[in-house]
């Protein structure tokens, strides 16, 4: 039977503050719409963790909450800079377009995942022209898609460049709990220039949820609106909120990633292959021919070969290192 403990952090259970919350939450009745008891506490924590002043809603999925994040920022024939292996240039199906009606994306590069500040450079100096979508955001990740964490100065640097030409700053937080474990401030975000925000809860152990944090008044003008039509505004918000209730309050959201980050560090170690990025949050990714790789998943395990060639291995909250300790003797085992 295949194993899926390293695949993505996805893969998961949820985390039990996540559901003792929402086994909380499900009792009486409410008012709809995000507009409960339930989501306004969450909101409050969500905006304490930042130390920020915001607007928040709870959505479906990060794919969601970063389409509907970037269509405020920019309109259908402008476009949003990104790093090349971003999820949203290379999951999202389209997403960004489509709720943002044609908005583009311009990809730079920038080595495990960071954006390269020449690159965003280079590309602000382009000038406007009318046969092209020119940008009007920027989009950053942290966690990034290769598990290496911005620091607040690599942050500043972007956004500072990004700022000066008027343009908005959007931040996918997907894994931005496993950011948080490995040192990066959360109360930073607000005053390093983020218009936006994902706050990722699936992958910090909650069941599917995602807060939209808009740290730009401006922004949440209509932005239920935005959510409305996108399908995204559910008439039993409390259950999007609730999880985020049982993991802030317990302080499980960054507890739980830290044991995450530390089995990615255990499973680095443990390694016989070379691992081709720094191993800063939860994941690992190493070098392996694609022999080795059916050899591995012949086992039982199942793990992903990811966008630059390398094979990517995810720990998460639910992560043991009995799981690690198994799988460092099959990897053994194929070489």
């Not at 989501?39 to 909450?65: M, Q």
């Not at 450079?121 to 950053?140: G, W």
């Not at 790789?293 to 395990?301: C, M």
């Amino acid at each position: 039977m295949a194993r899926y403990d390293f695949a993505s952090d996805n893969t998961a259970p949820a985390a039990p503050e996540a559901m003792a919350a929402l086994i909380e939450a499900n009792s009486g009745f409410t008012s709809g719409y995000g507009t409960d008891e339930v989501s306004k506490r969450a909101a409050d924590l969500i905006r304490t963790e930042l130390d920020a002043d915001a607007e928040v809603r709870f959505v479906a999925s990060g794919t969601a909450a970063n389409a509907l994040a970037l269509a405020a920022l920019c309109r259908p024939f402008e476009s949003v800079l990104a790093h090349d292996h971003a999820h949203i240039c290379t999951d999202e199906t389209g997403a960004p377009g489509f709720f943002g009606h044609g908005l583009g994306l311009i990809r730079l590069g920038g080595d495990s995942g960071r954006m390269d500040l020449s690159e965003l450079e280079a590309a602000l100096e382009v000038p406007d022209l009318s046969h092209r979508q020119s940008p009007a955001a920027l989009s950053l990740t942290n966690a990034t898609e290769y598990g290496t964490v911005y620091s607040e100065a690599q942050i500043a640097a972007l956004t500072r460049v990004a700022r000066a030409r008027g343009y908005g700053v959007h931040l996918d937080g997907a894994r931005l709990a496993n950011a948080a474990a490995s040192g990066f401030d959360l109360k930073s975000i607000a005053r390093l220039g983020v218009d936006i925000l994902v706050v990722g809860g699936t992958k910090a152990g909650m069941t599917p949820t995602e807060a939209v944090v808009i740290l730009d008044p401006s922004l949440a003008r209509r932005f239920d609106a935005r959510l409305k039509q996108g399908g995204q505004l559910p008439s039993k918000g409390r259950f999007y909120a609730a999880p985020f209730i049982g993991m802030l309050e317990s302080g499980a959201f960054v507890d739980r990633a830290r044991h995450a980050n530390a089995m990615a560090r255990k499973l680095a170690q443990a390694m016989p292959f070379r691992v081709t990025h720094p191993v800063e949050a939860n994941a690992v990714f190493v070098e392996m021919d694609e022999a080795q790789l059916e050899r591995l998943q012949a086992t039982g395990w199942f793990v992903y070969r990811f966008l630059d060639g390398s094979v990517r291995f995810m720990c998460s909250w639910a992560t043991t290192p009995e799981a690690v300790e198994t799988l460092a003797e099959a990897l053994k085992s194929i070489i």
